[in-house]
């Protein structure tokens, strides 16, 4: 299909480690977010990619979270030294309209669940 | 700092009934106001999209419809199915920012057949 693909569907790693996590939008798409959903909440924003320009990261909870685009299309969400509250799923979201136009919607992948012993 | 409230927080009816889902929020200089579905274990899937100049849009048997200056949006959804059963979010975004989304925590319904 044509949607936003996230991997791994599921992680699971122990308190301490490192973890990466995978987006691949939607092609063409300019706008690309990461999103944090902990159980039973509405996602959180974490940060925004225009193309390869990282224009907000004012939602990474603290420095061990790292969000890349080198080449403006796949991003990774990277968590150094995870933490058990690090638990949650992370989701992406890309969209075809840069920052000036924000009438188009976001369209999600499925989430990378993320479980941390 | 925007705040979305959805209430309440699970909604269970029979099927065929009629229902409106509601959504409010705190800061009224919103770009758009979006109503988004989530199925467990998957990830979100927009229903509507309503623009600060709108008061409403319809897709199918959903009806949205947003009344910015009180801070208040509805989603209508006629004749229910138990295939509508999932959590329902709504998010906005504000005017002024990027283009980030701020979500309510969700309503989780069940159509009961």
């Known amino acids: 299909g044509a949607g936003v693909s996230q991997s791994p569907r599921y992680k699971v790693a122990k308190r301490g480690q490192d973890v990466a996590l995978r987006c691949d939008p939607i092609?063409?798409?300019?706008?690309l977010f990461w999103y944090q959903q902990a159980l039973g909440q509405g996602p959180e924003f974490l940060t925004y990619?225009?193309?390869?320009?990282?224009?907000?990261k004012s939602g990474l909870p603290s420095d061990r979270f790292f969000a890349e685009r080198p080449e403006g299309s796949v991003s990774t969400l990277k968590i150094q030294r995870t933490q058990q509250e690090d638990s949650a799923v992370y989701l992406c979201a890309s969209s075809l309209a840069a920052q000036g136009s924000r009438n188009q919607p976001q369209h999600f992948g499925d989430g990378t669940r993320l479980s941390i012993l | 700092k925007q705040e979305v409230t959805q209430i309440p927080a699970a909604l269970s009816v029979p099927e065929g009934e009629n229902l409106v889902l509601n959504c409010s929020f705190t800061?009224?200089?919103?770009?758009?106001l979006q109503w988004f579905r989530q199925d467990p274990g998957k990830g979100l899937t927009s229903l509507l999209l309503?623009?600060?100049?709108?008061r409403e849009q319809t897709s199918g048997r959903l009806n949205a419809s947003l009344d910015k200056s009180s801070g208040r949006s509805t989603l209508y959804i006629a004749a229910s199915q138990p295939g509508d059963s999932a959590t329902y979010l709504c998010a906005v975004i504000d005017t002024g920012a990027n283009s980030k989304l701020t979500f309510g925590k969700g309503i989780t319904l069940s159509v009961r057949p």
């Open positions: 990619f225009q193309n390869e320009a990282q224009l907000d």
């Open positions: 092609s063409g798409h300019v706008s």
């Open positions: 309503i623009q600060s100049s709108q």
């Open positions: 800061d009224s200089a919103i770009y758009n």
